[in-house]
């Protein structure tokens, strides 16, 4: 039996996490494995768009660990992709790969495709001062 997966893909608005999140599923699913894709962005989808609110990007972040974790205890695979600039925003998903004895792979984008969000340009450069490598 293949080990459980767990998958980080993380990078800047527009480096093109989503994009690679979504075609490494698809090429996972087409190969019949069981994998789910998640970002926080699902959380601000509603039916008539994308609504992000910044007073509910900490609930945002907690749905999204909340159904990685319901995943991971299911025996589903998942990819997260997330900005994920700094390390601790990554350690409950570290955590959980460790409580269920998952392989953990952390992929970092730096394309550089124009975020889709509008996320201004002064918001990117202080997410790129403050990020911090992987190791």
Known sequence: MMAQELILIRGLPGSGKSTLAISLSKRFQAAGLDFQHIETDMFF?????????????????????????????????VIVSNTFTRIWEMKPYIDMAKEFGAKLTVITCEGQHGNVHNVPPEKIQEMKRRWEPYV
């Open 45 to 77: 989808q509603k039916l008539d768009g994308y609504q992000f609110d910044k007073s509910k990007l900490q609930e945002a972040h907690k749905w999204t660990q909340d159904w990685c974790h319901e995943c991971l205890d299911d025996k589903i695979n």
